[in-house]
């Protein structure tokens, strides 16, 4: 389905929705951070300014006393600047890394509840870039960028104040060159900008590439493609290195571009204020302290020119985090809508069609049947004919355009999704198991079960004699994806899952169709076990196990075109006939 899109955000509103996000709540240490680059720049500042009395108190006058006070006063300045320092380093490390955390639960959690719509439409390499990436750089822009900017500012300020307390006219003149360096910045900044949104994107094309490499390794080694993969990264490396090389250049040129700057301006002071000192006007003290001024505040400067870039990349990392905040998914409950009871679990669908968003080509059209508490319904036909939609429908994974899937009476929109969900158990072709213990994964859906439910629930699924034979038993970690295990073994702790959730609905999504005839029959065992009473609603491609169905449906094209039992579609001779004659010739060429 189509999410609702939102335009993008100005930079204004980025900056204060990550100010009232994630600062805000922060805002004690935040400030005291800033307080802390506050008086980092004012020491900074006295340490110029305390140059002329030095000077000229110690070599020049040889002032009784200063040879105590003056090092005293330049090592206190010293030490507080070091503490503060300190101060906002750990402050900063300690918000930026709890921004971080906010930023990657916020989005993390909205991505798990987005719509299956969405999250198919973009390779998950791409939300793991943002999950990983993106809240780096807000992080850096937040914290680290505004303090230390506003630090360097400062040190900026406090330098032209010393200098204009020892040559007003010269001052001005320096401040007159400040647009100078401003254009120089922003010229730089449209540069940085463009390069951090196109690193970006290609970060999130590395990671895509590389998980699925790393997702398809079986095939890409049988098909000997390891070198066509490695081609293929590389492709994607280098168009990322490109975008990062175009934004360290512009970095490393803007630093420079204002020194250099700034350094023809330091010349032509020295000249000027070497002039002035030969003629009277001007102490020795006076002038070391003005070019120490000039120095620090060229060095801040250039600092300002550098974070530039930081607050673009940050911009851009949060204008695309808000981007993906924004999107409501279509499928949410509606206002008022009310736990589903437990009932009969009668399953109805009402004319039901269904498009993907932005398509007018329909996946479903016209769909009405009825599956009722203790029934089989068997839904099959050609592949890409809409089961697996219509399988979707029930739990609202997708919802419907045009009809109404109702359980017991109760439109499925008009309920709360957990009360809906509470009452459906999943097995697909192939379950997904997390990599963690084999009684985690059974009691997924229920964390709370005992360990004898959890033996209970595998006994009934034909899981316990096996999981029993592992040398960690029920704590054996399973893998990535349950890769230490076999497809059979994978199946059946997944029928143990749905047995220990106990729902009065079963969809049952190829559950069988990928195992050996060994592994098949434990499994179907198992399921039979596992649908006695229940509300079932299974798709199947191998017949032979939809026969003993109540009803079977055959799916072409996103219509129902045939229905009834084994039997009597048999001898209508229409698709399943011809479905399961080819099926009887498959088996006996394969025999």
Request: include cysteine; proline fraction near 3%.
């Amino acid at each position: 389905m189509s999410e609702r899109e939102t335009p993008e955000l100005s930079a204004r509103a980025v900056i204060g929705r990550v100010a009232r996000a994630y600062m805000a709540p922060r805002w004690k240490g935040w400030v005291t951070a800033l307080i802390a680059g506050i008086c980092v720049a004012y020491t900074s500042a006295e340490l110029i300014r305390i140059l002329e009395p030095a000077v000229n108190d110690l070599m020049v006058n040889h002032k009784p006393g200063a040879l105590i006070a003056l090092p005293l006063i330049i090592g206190a300045l010293a030490i507080g600047r070091a503490v503060a320092q300190v101060i906002q380093a750990s402050l900063v490390n300690r918000i930026g890394n709890g921004v971080v955390g906010d930023i990657q639960v916020q989005l993390f959690g909205k991505l798990v509840r987005a719509d299956l719509a969405r999250l198919r439409s973009q390779h998950s390499g791409a939300y793991v870039s943002s999950v990983l990436y993106d809240a780096g750089l807000i992080r850096e822009a937040a914290t680290s960028g505004v303090i230390n900017y506003t630090q360097h500012a400062l040190t900026v300020i406090g330098a032209i104040t010393v200098m204009v307390s020892n040559d007003r006219l010269l001052s001005l003149v320096l401040v007159a060159a400040v647009p100078g360096v401003n254009a120089i910045m922003r010229r730089f900044s449209k540069r940085t900008t463009k390069a951090a949104k196109g690193a970006m994107a290609e970060t999130s094309a590395l990671s895509t590439a590389i998980m699925e490499s790393l997702d398809g390794v079986r095939v890409v080694k049988i098909e000997n493609r390891e070198g066509y993969e490695e081609a293929r990264v590389a492709e994607v490396v280098g168009r990322r290195q490109r975008f990062l090389v175009k934004g360290a250049n512009a970095r490393a040129r803007a630093a420079p571009a204002t020194e250099l700057l700034m350094t023809l301006i330091t010349a032509a002071v020295i000249a000027y204020a070497g002039w002035r000192s030969q003629s009277g006007q001007m102490t020795v003290g006076a002038f070391v302290a003005f070019i120490g001024a000039l120095g620090l505040a060229s060095q801040s400067l250039r600092q300002l020119a550098n974070l530039q870039t930081v607050f673009a990349e940050g911009l851009s990392a949060a204008r695309r985090l808000f981007e993906a905040l924004d999107v409501e998914p279509e499928v949410r409950e509606r206002p008022g809508a009310q736990p589903l009871p437990r009932g009969e679990t009668t399953i109805r669908f009402e004319e039901v069609g269904f498009a993907y968003g932005g398509s007018e080509e329909p996946v479903l059209a016209g769909i009405s049947f009825e599956a009722h508490r203790g029934e089989t319904i068997a839904l099959v036909g050609p592949s890409g004919g809409g089961k697996s939609t219509i399988l979707n429908l029930i739990p609202r994974f997708y919802d419907p355009t045009e009809g109404a899937v109702r359980v017991d009476g109760f439109d499925v929109r008009d309920v709360t999704l957990p009360s809906l969900r509470a009452q459906i158990a999943l097995v697909t072709q192939e379950p997904f198991l997390f990599d963690d213990t084999i009684a985690a994964n059974i009691a997924y859906a229920r964390p709370d079960a005992t360990q004898a439910q959890i033996e209970q629930a595998a006994s009934a699924a034909a899981a316990h004699d096996f999981i029993s034979g592992l040398p960690n038993g029920y704590q054996t970690r399973v893998g990535e994806a349950g890769a230490r295990l076999s497809g059979g073994q994978r199946q059946r702790i997944a029928i143990a899952r749905a047995f220990l959730k106990d729902a009065p609905i079963l969809l049952l999504d190829e559950a069988t169709s990928a195992l050996d005839t060994e592994s098949e029959a434990q499994v179907q065992a198992a399921l039979k076990r596992l649908m006695a009473g229940r509300t079932t609603i299974l798709i199947a491609h191998r017949l032979s196990t939809v026969r003993g169905a109540d009803r079977i449906y055959v799916i072409d094209k996103g219509r129902i075109v045939e229905r009834g039992d084994h039997t009597s579609l048999i001898n209508q001779r229409g698709l399943y006939a011809r479905l399961a004659q080819s099926q009887d010739l498959e088996a006996e060429s394969a025999a």
